[in-house]
C-alpha cells in the first residue's frame, strides 16, 4: 500500500525569530492576510488527498488546535445575525481535516518530532510540510511529491535551487539527475559551506517518506545545534533505500523570516481580487510613487 493518508506537520518549535509576538501565541497562528500560516499549511496538505493531520506540538499551542476545531458560540452568533458567508468560513476551517495532536514534550530538533509522530502514523508512508515555509503553486506542491512517491514507490524530498550564498541556510541533497526535476539522492549535508556543498538543490521543508525513516531517526544522534536533524536520518535511508529529491513547481516563501513573511503577505493580498487595488494604492502611497 502506497497511498499517502497522513501528513505530519512539525509545530512544536518556539518560534524565536518571531519574538515578541510568539512570547504568548504560537507563530503558526500569525495569519498570511486573514489565513493564519498553519492554516495555509493544512490546506495544502488536504488538496493533496490527505485527510489526517498529525500535528506535532508543545505547550501553549492549543489555540492551533482548537483552530481546527468548530466554535459553536461564534457560530451560533453569526447564525442568528444572518451572516452566512462568514458562518461559511469558520465551519469551513472546523471541517476541514481530522486533527491528531502529539506532544514534542522537549524541544530536541526537527528529526526528533517526527519521530514523536510514529504511532500516529504507523507503518504507512506519510508527508511532512513545515509551517515556515509557505509554497505557492498551481499543484499543491505535497501533491507533486505524492504523485512521485506513487509512481517511483520511493521516498520523495521537495527541492529548490537556492544560490551558492544561501546553502549554508538549508539540508542539500546531491546525487545523479535522474531527468530535469528528478535526482537520484545520495548525499545529504545539514547547512554546508558553500565549498562542502554537493549541489545547490535545497530542501526548504517538503517531504513523502517511507516508515522506514523512524528506524533512521531512532539511529540518529544529535547533530548540528545538538538536535536530532531529519536530514541526517535521511542520510541514513539513502544507503537503505531509494532516496528521490524533486525540483517542484511553485513560488517559495520563506514565513519563518520577518522580510520573507511580509513578501508573502503582500504576494497574497495582491492576489485577492477584493484586496488587490487597495494594496497596490498603499504601496505607492509607502514608496511615494
Ligand atoms: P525552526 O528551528 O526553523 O523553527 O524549525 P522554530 O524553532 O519554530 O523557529 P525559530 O528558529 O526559533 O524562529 C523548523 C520546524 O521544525 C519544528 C518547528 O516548529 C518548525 O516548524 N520543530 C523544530 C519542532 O517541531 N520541534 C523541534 O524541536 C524543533
Given at each position: 500500500?502506497?497511498?499517502i493518508?497522513?501528513?505530519?506537520?512539525?509545530?512544536?518549535?518556539?518560534?524565536?525569530?518571531?519574538?515578541?509576538?510568539?512570547?504568548?501565541?504560537?507563530?503558526?497562528?500569525?495569519?498570511?492576510?486573514?489565513?493564519p500560516?498553519i492554516?495555509?499549511?493544512?490546506?495544502e496538505?488536504?488538496?493533496?488527498?490527505?485527510?489526517?493531520?498529525?500535528?506535532?506540538?508543545?505547550?501553549h499551542?492549543?489555540?492551533?488546535?482548537?483552530h481546527?476545531?468548530?466554535?459553536?458560540?461564534?457560530?451560533?452568533?453569526?447564525?442568528?445575525k444572518?451572516?452566512?458567508?462568514?458562518?461559511?468560513?469558520?465551519?469551513?476551517?472546523?471541517?476541514?481535516?481530522?486533527?491528531?495532536?502529539?506532544?514534542?514534550?522537549?524541544?530536541?530538533?526537527?528529526?526528533?518530532?517526527?519521530l514523536?509522530?510514529?504511532?500516529?502514523?504507523?507503518?504507512?508512508?506519510?508527508?511532512?510540510?513545515?509551517?515556515?515555509?509557505?509554497?505557492?503553486?498551481?499543484v499543491?506542491?505535497t501533491k507533486?511529491?505524492?504523485?512521485?512517491?506513487?509512481?517511483?514507490?520511493?521516498?520523495?524530498?521537495?527541492?529548490?535551487?537556492?544560490?551558492?550564498?544561501?546553502?549554508?541556510?538549508?539540508?542539500?541533497?546531491?546525487?545523479?539527475?535522474?531527468?530535469p526535476?528528478?535526482?537520484?539522492?545520495?548525499?545529504?549535508?545539514?547547512?554546508?559551506?558553500?565549498?562542502?556543498?554537493?549541489?545547490?538543490?535545497?530542501?526548504?521543508?517538503?517531504?513523502?517518506?517511507?516508515?522506514?525513516?523512524?528506524?533512521?531517526?531512532?539511529?540518529?544522534?544529535p547533530?548540528?545545534?545538538?538536535?536530532?536533524?531529519?536530514?541526517?536520518?535521511?542520510?541514513?535511508?539513502?544507503?537503505?533505500?531509494?532516496?528521490?529529491?524533486?525540483q517542484?513547481?511553485?513560488?517559495?516563501?520563506?514565513?519563518?523570516?520577518?522580510?520573507?513573511?511580509i513578501?508573502?503577505?503582500?504576494?497574497?493580498?495582491?492576489?485577492?481580487?477584493?484586496l488587490?487595488?487597495?494594496?497596490?494604492?498603499?504601496?505607492?502611497?509607502?514608496?511615494?510613487?
Open positions: 500500500m502506497n497511498k493518508r497522513k501528513a505530519v506537520i512539525p509545530a512544536a518549535g518556539l518560534g524565536t525569530r518571531f519574538l515578541p509576538a510568539t512570547k504568548a501565541i504560537p507563530k503558526e497562528m500569525i495569519p498570511i492576510v486573514d489565513i500560516m492554516q495555509h499549511i493544512v490546506e496538505a488536504v488538496r493533496a488527498g490527505i485527510d489526517d493531520i498529525v500535528l506535532v506540538t508543545a505547550r499551542k492549543e489555540p492551533i488546535e482548537n481546527f476545531d468548530y466554535n459553536y458560540e461564534l457560530d451560533d452568533i453569526l447564525e442568528k444572518g451572516k452566512k458567508d462568514l458562518l461559511d468560513v469558520s465551519k469551513a476551517v472546523g471541517g476541514m481535516c481530522n486533527l491528531i495532536a502529539i506532544r514534542q514534550k522537549h524541544p530536541l530538533g526537527l528529526g526528533h518530532a517526527v514523536c509522530a510514529e504511532s500516529a502514523v504507523g507503518n504507512e508512508p506519510f508527508a511532512v510540510l513545515l509551517g515556515d515555509d509557505l509554497i505557492d503553486s498551481e499543491p506542491c507533486q511529491l505524492v504523485d512521485i512517491y506513487e509512481k517511483e514507490n520511493a521516498s520523495v524530498v521537495g527541492v529548490m535551487e537556492v544560490p551558492a550564498s544561501e546553502v549554508s541556510k538549508y539540508g542539500i541533497v546531491g546525487g545523479m539527475m535522474l531527468g526535476r528528478l535526482m537520484e539522492v545520495d548525499r545529504l549535508v545539514e547547512k554546508p559551506a558553500s565549498k562542502d556543498a554537493p549541489s545547490r538543490f535545497a530542501i526548504p521543508g517538503r517531504y513523502v517518506l517511507s516508515p522506514s525513516i523512524f528506524k533512521c531517526l531512532r539511529e540518529t544522534k547533530g548540528k545545534g545538538g538536535e536530532i536533524q531529519l536530514t541526517d536520518a535521511l542520510q541514513l535511508l539513502a544507503g537503505r533505500e531509494r532516496l528521490l529529491a524533486y517542484f513547481e511553485g513560488v517559495r516563501y520563506d514565513t519563518g523570516d520577518r522580510l520573507g513573511f513578501d508573502a503577505t503582500l504576494a497574497y493580498a495582491l492576489k485577492r481580487p477584493e488587490a487595488d487597495g494594496v497596490r494604492a498603499v504601496m505607492r502611497k509607502h514608496l511615494g510613487s
